[in-house]
């Protein structure tokens, strides 16, 4: 590590700055866009109600000056986080300041026009949320970008924080090449890293979801798409590992997406996964999955939460799966597993189905009839291909009652009695004959019917039985790969026989083969989709393996957080990113220190603008002891540089939030910082900001920025400086303590006091 040498500045030697001008920017101040902040959450966050019926012009990270009086305002990505930006789109506005001053001036800021960040030459090579559209317009959940220049060239240079990357975008926000990394000092060869790197196979599934739900939305899907991964790739604390851990319940749930495990059938492991808090659970052993629930009491208060008080699983808390109706307990894929599914008050039936030489969907995981499980009542040959038999001949030939899975499974037909009752009356030789997805919807309605008013209904479980069966949810898997060339005409089918049958709004189809599931979308948005997810089976197998699984959406493999840990902190990026202007170059400035790094050491580097590459040369930057992170960072005409630091305060006027001087040097060197200007102690001797009751850091002849954060930084002429704050909305309150609005986006100019 370099070695520091610096004169670090506390308290601003000589007079304050003084405040020259103040215009205001209304926090609840909209553009056209579609609605955002859809996962803000239902209660109103000071005041603002979520989700917004348009896009909020807000959060503004970085400006550039137009030379006619405009500024480029460049939007932060939304509301803070990965999973919840995914509806807000990355913007640049067109802002006309027209500031308070001694003279004069409405201290109003007009919003001329904005320009988009979008992908439409598809430079980006992991999923983005709107992958599958033509203009595939950037949102918050793609990038984080906190730093804006405008080179030489007219071109738009953006630092971002989930890389870091470098974004190199046309004048009106095209992405002209793909996402520049940022080297590895420590490690050559290699990028720096944030957690929230699409690098990482750990933040996979999460883009990919963002990618389908995005698309499944545009089609007028109102449920949310499923990620269903094996549940050993969950991240948990189990003590032993299981598997790679790469779903993260809380982040993919918290950006919406359901998360349903399978296959489980250990009521210690079901357990686990409830306090985890997935949405479902799917098992072999249905029966186990309901002596869970009844035992599960995850808050401690000695009351089983997971059973309502009519003993039925409650489905707002948990999903309960029978796999293949109850493969465990009776021969899988058949009436009677599913009738012991249901016996069990399981909440989601799930089935596979394959497809006939006449296209009809029928139960079935394999598409050949294994030996094991099926035979030939005929006497024929067995494994035979579904899809070379008809409909008709293979429920005029084949029973599947083979017993493969254990002492427990059985396939006594006096357990089964709905399932003879049903197959005699549909004219099937068998209860185990493969019955028709068709088929099998309409065995649930009569399983209902038997309990409710049929012979069944002096059963001491009845009317439980028969208020599950009602509101009983279907999963249908797909079994194709993507050899098959009949996707569009599987998902046809199976949403056909679906939407038939009246129960489209409980029913999903899920598939590990992406396309039939956005055939699904295209032709039945209301259907459910479920995405499954595992290794050995659509997932890549190593870093350069291609797989024909994902409906062409891309997976990193090979690169986790436990074999190559981040080296950049959350939100530690490139907050800040000065020009230079011979030679032309981009000093990209960390927001925070690296891993293993001093605390307080941010690293600066160069990128050159001419030969499109980084450079060897980096300089160290060292905060004032009391800043928590570099918030902006920009150079003069002269070479002296200017960096915005602050710590984590809000609405105190005791914290520490200010512009510091500072001399890069040769490069390899520490930077020499002076506190030039306390953001908290500016002079108002013009009364700009006049007091308001309850705000902060207003009126007396004095002014302050009490934000948390405070990004843009634009050098005038005169010694003077442009300093915005963003106003993270809705969240940041550092002006109007009194009371609890949020803040608005201020623009000041400050005269800094003479050198």
Not at 7 to 36: K, N, Q
Not at 107 to 130: M, S, T
């Amino acid at each position: 590590m370099l070695a520091f040498a610096c004169a670090c500045g506390g308290p601003v030697p000589g007079p304050p700055a003084t405040l020259v001008g103040r215009a205001v920017l209304p926090a609840a101040t909209f553009a056209p866009g579609p609605p955002s902040g859809a996962r803000l959450g239902p209660a109103p966050i000071h005041g603002q109600q979520a989700p917004f019926g348009s896009q909020p012009v807000q959060g503004f990270s970085a400006l550039v000056a137009n030379g006619d009086g405009t500024y480029l305002a460049l939007a932060d990505n939304g509301y803070g986080k990965i999973e919840n930006s995914a509806d807000f789109h990355l913007r640049v506005y067109t802002l006309r300041i027209d500031s308070r001053t001694a003279n004069g001036g409405s201290g109003a800021v007009e919003v001329v026009g904005y320009f988009e960040l979008r992908d439409p030459e598809r430079k980006v090579g992991f999923p983005i949320v709107q992958q599958f559209s033509d203009a595939r317009v950037l949102t918050g959940a793609d990038f984080d970008p906190e730093s804006m220049q405008r080179a030489p060239d007219g071109t738009l240079w953006f630092g971002d924080e989930f890389g870091p990357f470098l974004l190199h975008t046309s004048a009106d926000g095209a992405l002209l090449e793909p996402p520049i990394a940022s080297p590895d000092v420590a490690q050559p060869g290699l990028p720096l890293r944030s957690p929230q790197s699409p690098d990482y196979e750990e933040n996979a599934a999460l883009r990919l979801m963002n990618a389908v739900g995005w698309r499944a939305a545009q089609r007028g899907a109102t449920r949310p798409p499923v990620v269903s991964p094996h549940h050993a790739m969950v991240v948990d604390d189990a003590p032993v590992e299981l598997g790679r851990e790469l779903f993260d319940v809380n982040s993919l749930r918290a950006a919406g997406f359901p998360v349903v495990v399978w296959t489980v059938n250990e009521v210690a492991r079901i357990h686990a996964l409830m306090r985890l808090g997935v949405d479902g659970i799917l098992s072999d052993r249905p029966d186990l999955l309901y002596q869970a629930a009844r035992s599960f009491d995850g808050d401690g208060d000695g009351l089983p939460e997971l059973i309502g008080a009519d003993g039925l699983v409650r489905r707002d808390k948990i999903d309960l799966q029978g796999h293949r109706g109850a493969r465990d307990l009776r021969p899988e894929n058949t009436l009677p597993a599913m009738e012991a599914a249901l016996d069990e008050l399981v909440t989601t039936l799930e089935t596979d189905v394959v497809l006939t030489a006449d296209d009809v969907p029928v139960l079935g995981h394999d598409p050949a009839l294994d030996v094991h499980k099926c035979r030939d009542t005929l006497g024929g040959e067995v494994p035979r291909q579904v899809r070379a038999l008809t409909a008709a001949e293979l429920q005029r030939r084949f029973v599947c009652d083979g017993l493969v899975r254990g002492p427990e499974q059985t396939h006594d037909r006096a357990l089964s009695p709905v399932a003879v009752a049903f197959a005699a009356a549909e004219g099937l030789a068998d209860p185990y004959t493969p019955p028709t997805l068709a088929q099998w919807l309409r065995f649930v309605a009569a399983y209902a019917d038997h309990y409710a008013t049929g012979t069944g209904a002096s059963h001491p479980e009845a009317a439980r039985r028969a208020a599950n069966a009602r509101q009983v949810r279907f999963s249908v898997e797909t079994k194709l790969t993507p050899e098959d060339a009949f996707a569009a005409r599987f998902a046809e089918r199976v949403s056909g026989a679906i939407v038939a049958a009246g129960v489209t709004e409980r029913a999903w189809v899920q598939s590990f083969d992406f396309r039939t599931l956005l055939q699904v979308q295209d032709r039945a948005p209301a259907i459910g989709t479920v995405f499954l997810l595992a290794d050995g089976v659509n997932l890549p197998r190593g870093p350069w393996e291609r797989r024909p699984w994902l409906a062409g959406l891309a997976w990193t493999r090979g690169v986790t957080k436990q074999t190559e840990p981040p080296q950049v902190a959350s939100s530690g990026g490139f907050e800040g990113m000065a020009l230079q202007s011979s030679p032309p170059a981009l000093l990209p400035m960390l927001e925070k220190p690296v891993a293993g790094a001093p605390a307080g050491e941010v690293w600066v580097f160069e990128y050159d603008l001419s030969q499109r590459t980084y450079t060897d040369r980096r300089w160290i930057h060292r905060l004032e002891p009391r800043a928590a992170a570099a918030a902006d960072f920009q150079l003069d005409a002269g070479g002296r540089g200017f960096v915005i630091e602050r710590d984590d305060s809000e609405g105190e006027l005791g914290g520490f939030k200010a512009v510091r001087a500072l001399e890069l040097g040769a490069a390899g060197a520490t930077s020499r910082a002076v506190t030039q200007v306390d953001l908290l102690a500016i002079a108002d001797p013009h009364g700009l900001a006049p007091a308001v009751a309850g705000d902060v850091g207003v009126g007396e002849g004095r002014f302050a920025m009490p934000f948390v954060t405070i990004e843009s930084l634009v050098l005038l002429p005169q010694d003077r400086m442009l300093v915005a704050n963003d106003n993270n909305l809705p969240f940041s309150v550092g002006r109007h303590r009194g009371d609890g609005r949020p803040d608005d986006e201020e623009f000041v100019v400050l005269q800094l006091p003479p050198r």
